[in-house]
């Protein structure tokens, strides 16, 4: 071990080439070998995956056709949970028992939500959920109340009902009056027009004629216009009063269509942010397709139904103040004629 030879010392230092470590080439014959295998092992692997997604699918299909015709999961039990007790909750499931008996799994709720929203609108949220292994669970919430109701109804016949044309013509009328200045103008009514057979049938908001008085409804009303008689009467709400009409309303009989009940409430919100004064009730007359809003000072503020509320409204609190008509005692201020706006003083012979 003394006497070994001594290495002899490098003449180069390795450089950062890497030809050194570069792969080297297996012989041809070694890889034939290693791609047969692995093309083997491929189709072993692929045959394995086969089989089994087979026995999944092969098992969900004999599942899927276990519930289905299993009994265990049929509807049996049909709960409504209500957030009123005066609501009649068997009117309700009696409507829904030709669902009793389907396969609760693969029925769809929305089949019930369209029959209850069909024939009890009066709910404005309608929670559904399925409680396994047999019940449905309806929770329901109410339109919420926002007025007092008085109808009013003739009879016996015929019927008095205020003609949509004498309407049509006191418009014309009073516009005829108010000449056709564009500018905004007041016009003052010291009397009725001259046409009693116009004036009588606006004026005259109380008894029908004939000699037929009318009789007295007393319910309260939801948001969509719905009269509701199995709740007393609020008197901290507001009272709309709806009239001539031909026959006694029902329970949650549509009094007031959606789109009038929306205009009525977004009128009496921008009224008493503009003007400042509470409103204390509404008349809704239905053929001359307007509203009557009586505030707080007993004034009563005429507005179409078939004009834009804001409009109405803004030129009334433009001349409000400075035509000083909260200086004096008025009966009604008439908004439905473009660009005027028609008052009439209390005590004055347009006040009847």
Partial sequence: ?????????????????????????????????????????????????????????????????????????????????????????????????????????????????????????????????????????????????????????????????????????????????SGEDPNLALLKLDSPLSDEDIADPIFDLGEGGDGAKETEQKSLMNRIGQAIFDQEENLELMTITVRQLSQPIGDREQVIPKEHMDYILESIDYFTNAMGLEVLGVDYLQVAREIHLKTEKKLVIWISIERGLKDQINKLSTIYESAELDQEDLSYLDLRVKDKVIYCPRNARCDR
Avoid: C
């Fill in 1 to 177: 071990m003394f006497f070994r030879k001594k290495k002899p010392k490098r003449l180069y230092y390795p450089t950062q080439s890497h030809w050194y470590n570069r792969p080297r080439r297996r012989s041809t014959q070694k890889a034939r070998k290693t791609s047969r295998r692995s093309l083997m092992s491929s189709f072993r692997n692929w045959i394995k995956r086969s089989v089994y997604t087979a026995i999944v699918i092969a098992g969900a299909g004999t599942l899927f056709l276990f519930l289905f015709a299993f009994s265990y999961l049929s509807i049996t039990n049909i709960q409504v949970v209500r957030e009123n007790f005066n609501i009649d909750s068997s009117a309700i499931e009696n409507q829904l028992n030709r669902f009793v008996g389907k396969n609760l799994l693969f029925f769809p709720k929305s089949l019930i939500y369209k029959t209850i929203n069909t024939h009890f609108p009066e709910f404005a949220e309608i929670k559904i959920n399925k409680v396994f292994p047999s019940t449905v669970k309806i929770e329901l919430k109410s339109h919420p109340i926002v007025a007092n109701l008085r109808a009013y109804y003739v009879l016996p016949e015929p019927e008095v009902v205020v003609e949509e044309e004498s309407f049509t013509e006191l418009s014309k009328a009073i516009e005829e009056l």
